[in-house]
């Protein structure tokens, strides 16, 4: 019914910079908090950053600084500028929504996930 769909990874030098880009489709009635997440090879999962409806950012201690989660509820899409890339930042990036859609006359609720973008930080 819904679908998030990332776009931005790719091969950067350490210090570089990369824009993550987060879209979500199909038949969306509202969307509460987003984030960005990301795992790297032989780890778990982790909370990157999110962003509620209102704006309110929150921050893993690992990015701070360096990254900035950012959305535009017009057009359903989050963003993730990524600055002064380290290697240690090398992962698959997934976005993360809480998305009300409409379902014929019903409205459903679903923690949606993309499919992941890697983004590879090496000289």
């Known amino acids: 019914q819904v679908q998030l769909v990332e776009s931005g990874g790719g091969l950067v030098q350490p210090g570089g910079s990369l824009r993550l880009s987060c879209a979500a489709s199909g038949r969306i009635f509202s969307i509460s908090t987003m984030g960005w997440y990301r795992q790297a090879p032989g780890k778990q999962r982790e909370p990157v950053a999110t962003?509620?409806?209102?704006?309110?950012?929150n921050y893993a201690d690992s990015v701070k600084g360096r990254f900035t989660i950012s959305r535009d509820n017009a057009k359903s899409t989050m963003y993730l500028q990524m600055n002064s890339l380290k290697p240690e930042d090398t992962a698959v990036y997934y976005c993360?929504?809480?998305?009300?859609?409409?379902?014929?006359?019903?409205?459903?609720?679903?923690?949606?996930w993309g499919q992941g973008t890697l983004v590879t930080v090496s000289s």
């Open positions: 962003i509620t409806s209102g704006g309110s950012t």
């Open positions: 993360n929504a809480d998305i009300t859609y409409s379902s014929g006359y019903l409205r459903s609720r679903v923690d949606a």
